[in-house]
């Protein structure tokens, strides 16, 4: 089931990119022992690329288990690449034993204005729903992000997905890779839908939001997200070489999943479900 990219690319490339994957669980953490295997963390990812520079992209609750990790390695630098604000994407940056330590410098950059993310983390880290004030207590700059930066040794693209609130979508080229990041994204708007197709066109690897399946997403219209079947036309138009499928509804069982893969698996395109702790090489 693997498809060839439409990208064309002579040159040999430097050495592996790896992704590991904190939390791929939206809108609330799921501590249930029924969705134990594909993970109740929610959205954190990390890239590491050849020379052992890369970036993080989100703040969910599985950042907590790549702080942790951390400990025994510390890194001098943290990027993290913020798609948005909710606070199931912020909810693991006050258990970042890097930050609360000051191991590591940790910056979030933002396609949003930072300060409405310094708000959004006043609000949600702070009282009276949390007893510090994260951006006052720890240091953390908050940089705005261009259309093209270079972050972390990476080259970064941002581009619009539909969701309320808005959010940041990512194409990543690292160690000769290019990783797009499409969570949180609803299908329906045909401009972004293009632009989606556009950014992810020959990756190697997309992450993208399909929270629910088709039958599933009318009761859900307007929630943000997109379905399962939709994520594979996308690979399938954009000729991605592989492709997960993330943020994963909190009532999606390790059993519906499995249901789910099985009836999926004649799709004419590499790809599968997200889990915690998975780690590609790319």
């Known amino acids: 089931m693997s498809q060839e990219s439409a990208g064309t690319s002579g040159q040999s490339k430097p050495g592996p990119v790896r992704l590991r994957v904190w939390g791929c669980r939206g809108s609330l953490p799921v501590p249930d022992p029924a969705m134990r295997r594909y993970g109740g963390d929610t959205t954190c990812f990390e890239l590491v690329g050849p020379e052992g520079k890369g970036l993080v992209i989100d703040c969910g609750s599985g950042l907590r288990g790549l702080g942790q990790s951390m400990l025994s390695a510390p890194k001098a630098r943290t990027d993290i690449l913020l798609s948005h604000s909710h606070f199931d994407h912020l909810i693991g940056l006050g258990f970042f034993m890097p930050l609360v330590t000051g191991q590591s410098e940790v910056t979030i950059w933002t396609g949003q204005e930072p300060g409405t993310v310094r708000e959004a983390l006043e609000r949600l880290y702070g009282p009276p729903l949390w007893p510090i004030r994260i951006p006052d207590k ?49 299908h329906g708007v045909p401009e972004i839908d293009a632009q989606v197709i556009a950014m992810a066109r020959g990756a190697d690897l997309m992450l993208y939001d399909a929270a ?7 009761l859900r219209r307007g929630w943000g997200h997109s379905t399962w079947e939709v994520g594979l036309k996308v690979a ?34 590499r790809w599968q479900f997200a889990r915690d702790g998975m780690e590609l090489e790319l």
């Open 138 to 186: 720890y240091r953390l700059p908050l940089c705005q992000l261009e259309p093209r930066s270079e972050i972390g040794g990476a080259r970064v693209q941002t581009f619009p997905l539909n969701h309320p609130g808005g959010c940041t979508g990512f194409r990543i080229e690292l160690g000769g890779r290019v990783i797009v990041s499409v969570t949180d994204h609803e």
């Open 212 to 218: 629910y399946s088709n039958a599933e997403y009318p």
């Open 236 to 269: 399938e138009a954009a000729a991605v070489k592989q492709t997960l499928l993330v943020h994963h509804s909190p009532h999606s069982t390790d059993e519906m999943l499995d249901a789910a893969a099985l009836a999926l698996a004649a799709a004419p395109v």
